[in-house]
């Protein structure tokens, strides 16, 4: 099974960058690896998906070397409003399944 | 358009009872989510609807958790004979339906937080 993991918490102060790492040691060929935000009392929001190399969009930066092994979610410049849960997807494709497995998140505090 | 939307958005219920949630997916969505979160917890799947095809239940918890689909529409999970340690967040997500890649994007609705008392 395709398992992640990533930092329980990570606490940043607000403008710097932050980047959170995830392990993902048995992804599959075909899988992506997608990242989520969720806030208190919401449901997860897609951030940004990648396969390989480099993907930026308007909120942040993905980077997977090239033995896909791992994932780096980049924040540029957090705010207070970036204090979420971030959890780290893959799918999951040896189980025979479509079953997509979360990491247990990292908890991400931006303090002022 | 409209995003997913689950209904309730909060149930209370007596140990024993049955409960039903409800989830309307994004139109055009073939594919369809449940999860359980626990207060504090990661993502928990219980059940996979794709298009016409059987859904994958092998999340399910227990018998007395089941879920229906109609078509590529609306979706109820079924909790019988709740149990304490039933009470979470019940969340749906749809999605295009998977790529052979894999690539697909899933779109979660706001959850339905159930307290089994």
């Known amino acids: 099974l395709a398992k992640t993991t990533q930092p329980i918490s990570m606490d940043s102060y607000e403008g710097q960058e932050v980047n959170i790492t995830c392990s993902h040691n048995?992804?599959?060929?075909?899988?992506?690896i997608t990242w989520y935000q969720q806030f208190p009392s919401q449901g997860p929001r897609f951030i940004i998906q990648g396969y390989k190399t480099k993907v930026t969009n308007e909120v942040a930066s993905l980077f997977i070397p090239a033995d896909r092994k791992s994932s780096t979610l980049s924040l540029p410049r957090v705010s207070l409003s970036d204090t979420a849960v971030y959890y780290c997807?893959?799918?999951?494709?040896?189980?025979?399944?479509?079953?997509?497995?979360f990491g247990k998140g990292t908890k991400l505090s931006v303090i002022p | 358009g409209a995003g997913v939307s689950q209904s309730p958005s909060n149930k209370v219920t007596e140990k024993g009872k049955d409960v039903e949630l409800r989830c309307d997916p994004i139109s055009g969505h073939t594919a369809l989510y449940w999860y359980r979160q626990r207060l504090g917890q990661g993502l928990e799947f219980l059940i996979y609807f794709q298009g016409n095809s059987a859904p994958d239940k092998s999340g399910l918890p227990s018998d007395r958790f089941s879920a229906e689909r109609t078509g590529e529409s609306v979706s109820t999970l079924t909790i019988q004979r709740t149990q304490q340690e039933d009470s979470a967040v019940y969340l749906c997500?749809?999605?295009?339906?998977?790529?052979?890649?894999?690539?697909?994007?899933?779109?979660f609705g706001p959850g339905t937080r159930l307290t089994v008392l």
């Open positions: 997807l893959v799918r999951d494709s040896g189980a025979g399944s479509y079953q997509l497995t």
């Open positions: 997500a749809s999605s295009l339906g998977l790529s052979t890649s894999g690539g697909e994007t899933q779109y």
């Open positions: 048995n992804i599959a060929t075909n899988d992506y």
